[in-house]
């Protein structure tokens, strides 16, 4: 009986948590499938954002405020932005994990509302800044959305990541088992693997969301070579969230969001000469690589 009453205050609580996580659990779904929703098999590269506006749930404000811009084949975009400005949300209505308030986004002239959630988000590959790792070996991460890759093509795509050399240096390489969460690796390294998983996608756009924000800056500028390359040969499109400019300096265009407005848009050079929020970012960014001044 003294068991069951210190028992008691724990079986209380666990019983209210459960109850939370199944009202979680049985939540309606808001984004579904349309009627007579088509597969997104294939993709021109032309993505166009059209007057949107979008709230999130429950707030006063809207977070996008007339977004319209429209990409070109095998371009790729940059979106830059202080944090807050709206950069992910851009992202998140083309994957449709929200829906637009206002207006439309589009991918090759047709609503995005109008494909098969699940295809859609099949053929779009995309990289976050908080990366996810499982309990395994480094080979099955890697692997994880292509579980019969060969060996082969998991080392290509570590290498694309510039993950291989650091793999090939542990004592049982890609049979080296990480624990839950990635323990073990560097905030770095983690990301280097998500992004060769994501290579390893069938994917037709390509999104990397501050993914190499933890990796020094020499060695995110040589995975952001490696990934121009491999993004202009196999997606219709690319687009790459980040709020270092040397991270986005090749991009073929650079969107620049301010507050949920489409501040600019243009090459680095051209913002560099017409925008006076980008060389104000730019200036902010190399001031904080200078040393401190001792007097």
Same mark, same amino acid.
């Given at each position: 009986?003294?068991?069951?009453?210190?028992?008691?205050?724990?079986?209380?609580?666990?019983?209210? &948590?459960?109850?939370?996580?199944?009202?979680?659990?049985?939540?309606?779904?808001?984004?579904?499938?349309?009627?007579?929703?088509?597969?997104?098999?294939?993709?021109?590269? @032309?993505? /166009?954002?059209?007057?949107?506006?979008?709230?999130?749930?429950?707030?006063?404000?809207?977070?996008?405020?007339? +977004? &319209? !811009?429209?990409? $070109?084949?095998?371009?790729?975009?940059?979106?830059?932005? /202080?944090?807050?400005?709206?950069?992910?949300?851009?992202?998140?209505?083309?994957?449709? !994990?929200?829906?637009?308030? %206002?207006?439309?986004?589009?991918?090759?002239?047709?609503?995005?509302?109008?494909?098969?959630?699940?295809?859609?988000?099949? *053929?779009?590959?995309?990289?976050? $800044?908080? /990366?996810?790792?499982?309990?395994?070996?480094?080979?099955?991460?890697?692997?994880?959305?292509?579980?019969?890759?060969?060996?082969?093509?998991? +080392?290509?795509?570590?290498?694309?990541?510039?993950? *291989?050399?650091?793999?090939?240096?542990?004592?049982?390489?890609?049979?080296? #088992?990480?624990?839950?969460?990635?323990?073990?690796?560097?905030?770095?390294?983690?990301?280097?693997?998500?992004?060769?998983?994501?290579?390893?996608?069938?994917?037709?756009?390509?999104?990397?969301?501050?993914?190499?924000?933890?990796?020094?800056?020499?060695?995110?500028?040589?995975? %952001?070579?490696?990934?121009?390359? +491999?993004? @202009?040969?196999?997606?219709?499109?690319? !687009?790459?969230?980040? $709020?270092?400019?040397?991270?986005? %300096?090749?991009?073929?265009?650079?969107?620049?969001?301010?507050?949920?407005?489409?501040?600019?848009?243009?090459?680095?050079?051209?913002?560099?000469?017409?925008? &006076?929020?980008?060389?104000?970012?730019?200036? &902010?960014?190399?001031?904080?690589?200078?040393?401190? #001044?001792?007097?």
């Amino acid at each position: 009986m003294l068991l069951i009453g210190f028992a008691a205050p724990a079986i209380a609580q666990a019983s209210a &948590s459960a109850e939370r996580v199944y009202e979680i659990i049985d939540a309606p779904v808001e984004i579904q499938n349309r009627p007579q929703a088509a597969p997104f098999d294939k993709c021109g590269g @032309r993505v /166009t954002f059209e007057d949107v506006w979008f709230r999130y749930p429950g707030a006063t404000e809207p977070t996008l405020k007339g +977004i &319209s !811009f429209e990409t $070109q084949p095998k371009e790729l975009i940059a979106i830059l932005g /202080t944090t807050g400005s709206g950069k992910s949300t851009v992202i998140n209505l083309l994957q449709r !994990f929200y829906d637009v308030t %206002q207006g439309s986004v589009r991918i090759d002239g047709r609503d995005v509302r109008d494909f098969e959630l699940e295809s859609l988000r099949s *053929h779009i590959g995309i990289v976050f $800044q908080e /990366t996810t790792l499982f309990s395994g070996t480094l080979r099955e991460n890697i692997a994880y959305a292509k579980p019969n890759a060969s060996l082969e093509e998991v +080392i290509a795509v570590a290498k694309a990541a510039y993950i *291989h050399e650091f793999i090939e240096s542990l004592p049982k390489g890609y049979d080296t #088992i990480v624990g839950e969460r990635g323990v073990g690796l560097s905030g770095g390294q983690k990301q280097r693997i998500a992004i060769a998983r994501t290579l390893l996608t069938d994917y037709h756009i390509l999104i990397l969301d501050d993914s190499t924000s933890a990796v020094d800056a020499e060695t995110a500028d040589r995975i %952001q070579a490696s990934l121009d390359k +491999i993004m @202009r040969d196999r997606t219709c499109n690319a !687009f790459v969230i980040a $709020q270092r400019i040397s991270t986005i %300096q090749n991009a073929d265009r650079i969107l620049l969001i301010d507050d949920g407005k489409l501040a600019a848009q243009g090459t680095h050079e051209e913002l560099m000469r017409t925008s &006076s929020l980008y060389g104000a970012i730019l200036e &902010s960014q190399v001031n904080q690589k200078q040393p401190a #001044i001792v007097a």
